[in-house]
């Protein structure tokens, strides 16, 4: 099994920044992607962005070119820093980790609220 556990969100005004961290751990196999996913009130649950373990990243059009995503293999943790935030950012962001075999794991969520 493998635990996910997020940090880092809260509260912050519009332009502002928040840095999301998501640590694993349990039975972590090398080859994995990990990603930040999230889900805004009545809406679906919709990727933020993701990385592999050999640091290939996929963004969502919404995150380019104001978040990034990174990883550290040696903690099994990633971050999402999130910089020129928007009210429309505003969601419960989620954790996930697909194995090379695409069994999923989610973390319990973090919320971040940015106000206008």
């Known amino acids: 099994q493998v635990q996910l556990v997020e940090s880092g969100g809260g509260l912050v005004q519009a332009g502002g920044s928040l840095r999301l961290s998501c640590a694993a751990s349990?039975?972590?196999?090398?080859?994995?992607?990990m990603g930040w996913y999230r889900q805004a009130p009545g809406n679906e649950r919709e990727l933020v962005a993701t990385?592999?373990?050999?640091?290939?990243?996929n963004y969502a059009d919404s995150a380019k070119g104001r978040f990034a995503i990174s990883r550290d293999n040696a903690k099994n943790t990633v971050y999402l820093q999130m910089n020129s935030l928007k009210p429309e950012d505003t969601a419960v962001y989620y954790c996930?980790?697909?194995?090379?075999?695409?069994?999923?794991?989610w973390g319990q969520g973090t919320q971040v609220t940015v106000s206008s």
């Open positions: 996930n980790l697909r194995t090379l075999y695409q069994n999923n794991y």
């Open positions: 990385i592999t373990n050999d640091g290939s990243t």
């Open positions: 349990g039975m972590i196999f090398s080859i994995n992607t």
